[in-house]
């Protein structure tokens, strides 16, 4: 339901210049078999090591998924707003919300 908000709400974040990218612990295959079947219209990134995840501090090292987060990263590469409680069928708006109010 997340990625399908995120899709939905697509021709808003373009109107923003705003690059969508989902990124899991699956590998490219299953990546791409998701894509296709939730017609998705961003790239998904595989971390099948996952080493971004640790990075981002969310590896759940009991698990083989991450913590579900979303980070907002600027055009310089800064973090600047983490979303930590993701609403999965009102994202894409609850994402367009930060947006705007970051761009203020």
Do not use: W
């Amino acid at each position: 339901m997340e990625m399908c908000a995120l899709r939905d709400a697509a021709p808003e974040f373009a109107k923003h210049g705003v690059t969508v990218y989902g990124i899991s612990l699956d590998d490219v295959k299953a990546q791409a078999k998701f894509k296709r079947e939730q017609k998705l219209n961003f790239h998904l990134l595989s971390d099948p090591d996952g080493s971004v995840a640790a990075k981002y501090g969310v590896l759940r090292a009991d698990r083989s998924y991450a913590k579900r987060r979303t980070f907002l990263i600027d055009d310089k590469g800064i973090v600047r707003h983490v979303t930590e409680k993701v609403d999965v069928r009102r994202h894409g708006d609850q994402v367009l919300t930060l947006i705007e109010s970051l761009r203020k």
